[in-house]
Structure formats: C-alpha cells, structure tokens
C-alpha cells in the first residue's frame, strides 16, 4: 500500500509522457550517482541541500523527490518543499526500486549537458519527425527543453556557437540511421524502447518516411502534420499546437488501442 506522502513507481510512470506528469526532482547523492548513472525519464538532478533555489522555478508544480533507495535524502527534501508551500511526494524504492521493476532509465550519457533547460536545434518547418522528437524530449526527456529552427545550412553551425545539441541532420548526433527516423534513435538512446513508444515510433516512422503501409495510423498522422504546417508558419507556434497531437496518440498506443467507436451503435 502506498503511504502517506509517497508515489509507487508504476503510478509515476502512468504520469510521465502525459501533461499531467509532476517535476522529478533527483537529489542522488554524487558518488552514488557516479555509481549508477542514469535517471528516471525527465528527473533533473539538484543538490539536496541547495533545494531552496529551485523553489521559486517549481511553484505551481507537484514534485516527486528520487534519491537512491527512497529514504532520508528524498524524504528530507519533500518534506523541505512542502514548508515551502510546493506538493512534494518521495518516489518509494528510489532509483534502485525503479530499476528492479525494470521501468526505463536515461542514461546520463545520452543528456548533451547537466544542468536544466536543454538547447536543441534543427531545420525549420517542421513536420513529422521534427515535432515527435521535441515532444518525447519534453515528455520524457528535460520538460524544460527549448527549441531552435533554422535554416539546413546553419544547423551545425548554430549548434556549435550556441551549445545546442542539433538533430534530424545528416552528421547530426540524433538522425536517421538506416530506415529508422530520429524518433526512433532516440526512443533507443534514452532507453526508452516501452511497448507504447515503440508503437509511436512505428506510426513516426511510416509516416516521416513514406511507409504508410508499416501502420493503419501512419497516413492520418502524415495528414495532420502537413495541416498544422498549413495551419502555423511559425514554427514555434507550429510546435506548440502539435505537442497536444503526440499527447492523444501516446495515449492511444499506451491503453487505448482497443476503444471502438461506432456511431451507428449510439444511434440505436
């Protein structure tokens, strides 16, 4: 039974990739850290004792605390930012809990940089798979990420002047790899490979490159990303609108594949 004050693993990972999902607030100690380097997916690693700084950032948010085993360090530190007026929650079992149930961890090595509000860039006008990555970064990733179009030709460079981390070019560290989209490299390389990202990954991928036979869902999502590029010619706003549009597929793949509707059927 879940008690007072703490979140079960599984719950928390209902709520990631949604836009429902507390903060992850990952207070690890250094050298446990270095032991076991990865993070619950969108956990920002913050000094336990230095919490009071990010409490203006986390108002108006719940938070979920992670330490390595669920006990002093994360207890202490929700308990701390609850006095601070902020819902706080401690993850039960910590990281090595999460890790046991076999839930999906990023690797620290796959982060381009510690630290909060990570700096990506790419091509503008985006469609498919440059709407689908931002979104599982947000999602699952770094919810503060920020994104940066520009033309082809400037992306790596950009990237190197700005401390950005480019995608969806070739030579870029996140690209197509064979016939897998982007979407997929990082579904992969953020160890993320669950049964409802793969899914999505599936319809991204048949959809970003004209394989609409690898999924029924392909062809509807290749019809309202070229709308929404109709729709927005800025590319933010473009990004934006379709974040909400990964969010119901998400779900769809994640426990709503089997709903039906039939109208007829209401009608009678």
């Given at each position: 039974?879940?008690?007072?004050n ?9 709520l ?10 990952d ?5 446990d ?12 690693r913050?000094?336990?004792?230095d919490l009071q700084q ?18 002093k360090?994360?207890?202490g ?22 890790q046991e ?8 090595t796959s982060?381009p ?38 033309s082809?030709?400037?992306v790596?460079?950009?990237?190197d ?12 560290p996140?690209t ?8 997929d490299?990082m579904v992969?390389g953020?160890?993320?490979s669950?049964e ?14 004209d394989r609409p036979?690898l999924?029924p869902?392909?062809?509807g999502l290749?019809a309202l ?14 990004l934006?609108?379709?974040?909400p549009?990964y ?5 769809w ?5 089997n709903?039906?509707?039939n ?6």
């Amino acid at each position: 039974m879940t008690r007072f004050n703490t979140i079960s693993a599984h719950a928390l990972m209902r709520l990631i990739g949604t836009p429902r999902s507390p903060r992850v607030i990952d207070v690890t100690l250094d050298e446990d850290f270095a032991d076991n380097p990865f993070l619950i997916p969108t956990a920002q690693r913050f000094p336990h004792d230095d919490l009071q700084q990010l409490a203006p950032a986390l108002s108006g948010q719940s938070v979920v605390t992670v330490c390595q085993k669920g006990l002093k360090l994360s207890q202490g530190a929700a308990a701390l930012l609850r006095t601070l007026g902020i819902p706080a929650e401690t993850l039960e079992g910590g990281n090595l809990g999460w890790q046991e149930l076999g839930l999906p961890r990023v690797p620290a090595t796959s982060l381009p940089a510690p630290g909060r509000g990570t700096l990506w860039v790419t091509r503008h006008r985006p469609r498919i798979d440059r709407i689908a990555c931002p979104w599982l970064i947000r999602r699952f990733v770094d919810p503060q990420a920020r994104f940066l179009f520009v033309s082809p030709s400037e992306v790596q460079g950009v990237a190197d002047r700005f401390g950005a981390t480019a995608f969806d070019v070739p030579g870029a560290p996140w690209t197509h790899i064979g016939s897998a989209c982007t979407f997929d490299s990082m579904v992969a390389g953020f160890g993320l490979s669950t049964e409802p990202l793969e899914r999505l990954a599936q319809i991204v991928r048949g959809a970003d490159t004209d394989r609409p036979d690898l999924a029924p869902e392909c062809a509807g999502l290749l019809a309202l990303s070229v709308g929404l590029s109709r729709t927005f010619s800025r590319d933010l706003e473009q990004l934006e609108a379709g974040l909400p549009l990964y969010d119901a597929l998400y779900r769809w793949a994640r426990d709503g594949q089997n709903e039906v509707h039939n109208s007829a059927q209401v009608a009678s």
